[in-house]
């Protein structure tokens, strides 16, 4: 459900001069009201949940905790808030309360003329909207050393005891995670 308006008009018309405007904006909201006859919720197979009540699109995954800074182990919470180590997608992700579709969306659009030259601008934003990083992922991911990785692989990964990293040690696994969204 949602409303969506638009407004343009020429502010400036003439024979040899035009200048128009418009502004448009657009809030959608959705639930999910039923999945099947035999289940509430299903794994979108994207790190996604659909699951009654939950907007569609809603990311699900595990919760990141960060780094360990005594050995730079990658920190998970589990469902119960407690931190493990240890990375279990089935057993620890959660609906994130992020969605992949933004609520407001709108725009503004100016066009000048003067005789046969045109000049116009585009300008637009959305809002309540998460995207999946794919970029850091895999920049700044182990199993892909040998393509051109993010600078922080460098100077903010755990080295040794005590370092406060945003990325674990180098020998253990980048899993997805919220960290990602």
Not at 29 to 41: C, F, G, H, S
Not at 95 to 103: R, T
Not at 112 to 119: A, E, I, Q, V
């Amino acid at each position: 459900r949602g409303i969506e308006v638009s407004l343009s008009g020429d502010l400036i018309q003439t024979t040899d001069f035009n200048w128009n405007i418009g502004v448009n904006a657009a809030y959608n909201k959705n639930a999910i009201l039923r999945v099947t006859d035999i289940a509430d919720e299903l794994l979108d197979g994207d790190a996604r949940i659909i699951k009654v009540g939950l907007p569609y699109g809603t990311y699900y995954a595990p919760q990141w905790a960060g780094v360990d800074p005594a050995n730079g182990d990658a920190l998970y919470y589990n469902r119960d808030g407690s931190t493990t180590t240890t990375y279990n997608e089935e057993n620890q992700a959660v609906a994130l309360g992020v969605n992949m579709f933004p609520k407001f969306t709108g725009g503004i659009t100016t066009g000048f003329r003067w005789k046969d030259l045109s000049l116009s601008a585009l300008f637009s934003f959305v809002s309540d909207v998460s995207r999946w990083n794919n970029i850091d992922f895999y920049n700044e991911n182990e199993r892909y050393m040998t393509s051109n990785q993010s600078k922080r692989m460098l100077y903010d990964r755990w080295k040794k005891p005590g370092d406060e990293a945003t990325l674990q040690r180098i020998d253990v696994p980048r899993n997805f995670t919220s960290k990602d969204i």
